[in-house]
């Protein structure tokens, strides 16, 4: 007699004969889920298995599976919510116990972070797109009441990612420690601090000063580092300095007059017409929000 985990490896034997992967398929998964959790939990984990020793043996990577937890954990989440798209269902009629979805998240969060630290590249590049496609759709308070142990283990996956050599790799890594970086984990602060001052990626340099936090609890620890981009070898990086500044509209009048003095002589200072213009940028737009309090 067929088990359940024979079926879920049914479906990721019918994925991996498709050029894509097909809705139905999705579809299905999340049936059988409302079915028999435990049973199709185990068969998603020996199909990941699966794939990703695959990818060893062939030292190529599966391409097609790159959105699967994604489209996978998006059905389950509208199936858990009662989501409904153009005034249909945007899963199925299958109807989930959110509490037994958070679980199946916080399970495979946990099993994908550890993939994370293989010492495969298509592994830990696979785990990482599976990671980052439901980590895009938990809300922080959502991550925050996941297991303290499951937490920790995505963050040492992602620092071992930012510390790859791999340049690939470590922007997955910081694509990741932007949905984790405000849950109350100081080393993945510190790793993204550390990558923004010293990484010698331009790139890799500008994906962290994309991503660092400016929240209230973490402005007075990031931001100090966070200025010190006005002398970045790169004229790109600090072109973007004074764009997020004026996305996220830190005001000139709340900081002290050393930062202040530091941002307008770089910036208007600098030999980039980018740079000078983005600074440009940034006063008018402070100039604007004075108008405003008068």
Known sequence: METKE??????????????????????????EYGKDSIGVRHGLEQGFLRVMKTMIDTKKRIVKF???????????????NGEKKGGKSSASRTKLEKEDVDELFEYFLQFFGEGLLSSNTHVKTFCALQMVGMLKLLSQD????????????????????????????????????????????????????RCLATDEKQEVRLAALRIISLEEDCFDSNFPEMIHRTRDISSLNRAYLYKRLTGSRILLANLATKEVYKLIYDGLGSRETGVRDACIDYLKMNYQEILKCD
Request: aromatic share 8%; hydrophobic share 40%.
């Open 6 to 31: 024979d079926q879920v490896l049914g479906i990721f034997g019918k994925i991996q004969e498709n050029e894509s992967i097909n809705n139905k398929f999705i579809l299905q998964l999340v049936e």
């Open 66 to 80: 790159d959105k699967f937890s994604e489209k996978f954990f998006s059905a389950l989440h509208s199936a858990a």
């Open 142 to 193: 959502d991550l925050s009441n996941f297991d303290r142990d499951v937490l920790e283990t995505i963050e040492s996956g992602c620092i071992n990612l930012i510390e790859a050599k791999n340049k690939s790799l470590q922007l997955q890594g910081l694509t990741i420690a932007h949905y984790i970086q405000n849950l109350d984990l100081p080393d993945i602060g510190e790793e993204l601090l």
